[in-house]
């Protein structure tokens, strides 16, 4: 079984800078990618970036782009979400997820206020 454990949510003034981490338990293999997706309030959930462990590409949607890096660290078996400038939309429960050989397992939602 494949567990994910995020944590690092809060409540930060917008410009401020907040790391997420999220911990892969269980099965890993090296076809696996993690990322995260956020869900603001009233809103679908949305992708936001992800990161593969085998060659550790990454990716991120456009309004984040510049301000969120991912990255994943092999000996902990833990992705983070460094992100940077936060602004007011960037508000929202924040899911890790690890797509791992075609299943995809979800973390618990880690919540994040940015004030303005």
């Known amino acids: 079984d494949v567990q994910l454990q995020a944590s690092g949510g809060g409540l930060v003034q917008a410009g401020w800078s907040l790391r997420l981490s999220c911990s892969i338990s269980?099965?890993?293999?090296?076809?696996?990618?993690i990322g995260w997706f956020r869900q603001a309030p009233g809103k679908e959930r949305e992708w936001v970036s992800c990161?593969?462990?085998?060659?550790?590409?990454?990716y991120y949607t456009g309004s984040v782009k510049g301000r969120f890096t991912i990255s994943y660290d092999n000996a902990k078996t833990t992705v983070y979400l460094q992100m940077n400038s936060l602004k007011s939309e960037d508000t929202a429960v924040y899911y890790c997820?690890?797509?791992?050989?075609?299943?995809?397992?979800w973390g618990q939602g880690t919540q994040f206020t940015v004030s303005s």
């Open positions: 997820n690890a797509n791992i050989m075609g299943s995809n397992y």
């Open positions: 269980g099965f890993i293999s090296d076809d696996l990618a």
């Open positions: 990161i593969g462990k085998s060659d550790g590409s990454t």
